[in-house]
């Protein structure tokens, strides 16, 4: 399988675009839930010339500006102390740089700084105030990401004596008080956490994956994160190999979910890796989800999953609420980005 995807990606270079428009699926443009704006925007990114990198960039930064479900951008999930921070990544499967940032404050445009991380850094991942400080020398405006509605969910949070949150084994009792919390004298393990499944999750996370019509394959990511986390978490986004991951000679993929759980398993590189091996991506996919599923079956995530002959796929854990996940497909055989569905496993 592995040597007929080669063999099929040789062709298509051989003969150039009009083979592509003809009778193959690329270029694609593939992301997590329903944002078809940010679909839209990145596949015109394409067709006005842009490579794959600027698709990823141009699309994420849409749901960045359009707070996309509340969950990317400024103005949501607000964490304990009651700011919004943002993390992203890009990564550019031709050449395997990656620019990432992450718990960044006071800058509404991650993605675009992590760009910035790829083409004027050696570095792959900057965090907190540094990267803030790094963003400014790069031009980006230091600005409030809070808004009124971040900051009624946080007041929110704390008249209800701050549940949930992300702490254990800690005093105060962390499932009925407020902190500052710390460790207990004598520490008693407590395995119970926080997790986003059942109703509390939300559409979390952009990930997004494009293969150029030429083969060439980039990825990215952006978010705000989980409501209430500790201040100064930073989730599975920017991590490369787990938030999203491209690499021109198998495929790309991005992840979703509860980042915490998601990062330990790098999701995304696993499933590049079962592409590479032979597998479809719809099956990539299904792996991923199920190697997690082995140890924590109640986790909330998908995954979606790409080759470099455009053909794609997504698996998703099922919950009680969590039965079906949407995501977003534009390539060279629809007119319009369209939303599918999988039935989760």
Known sequence: MARKSRLLLFV???????L??????LPLVLNTWPFKNATEAAWRALASGGSALDAVETGCAVCESEQCDGTVGFGGSPDELGETTLDAMIMDGTTMNVGAVGDLRRIKNAIGVARKVLEHTTHTLLAGESATKFAESMGF??????????RA????WLARNCQPNYWRNVVPDASKYCGPYKPPRVLKQDCSAYGETGANYGHDTIGMVVIHKMGRTAAGTSTNGIK????????DSPIPGAGAYADDTAGAAAATGDGDILMRF???YQAVEYMRSGESPTTACQKVISRIHKYFPEFFGAVI????????????????????FSFMVYNSLKNEPVEEKVDCI
């Open 12 to 18: 298509q270079l051989l003969l150039g675009p009009a």
């Open 20 to 25: 592509v428009r003809c009778s193959c699926p």
């Open 141 to 150: 405006v230091n600005e409030d990401l809070s808004t009124e509605a971040s």
């Open 153 to 156: 969910l946080h007041s929110d």
């Open 228 to 235: 209430f986390k500790i201040h100064g978490r930073i989730g």
């Open 266 to 268: 790098l999701p995304s």
């Open 305 to 324: 999953c790409a080759n470099v002959t455009g053909s794609y796929g997504a698996a998703c854990n099922k919950l009680p609420t969590f039965t079906q």
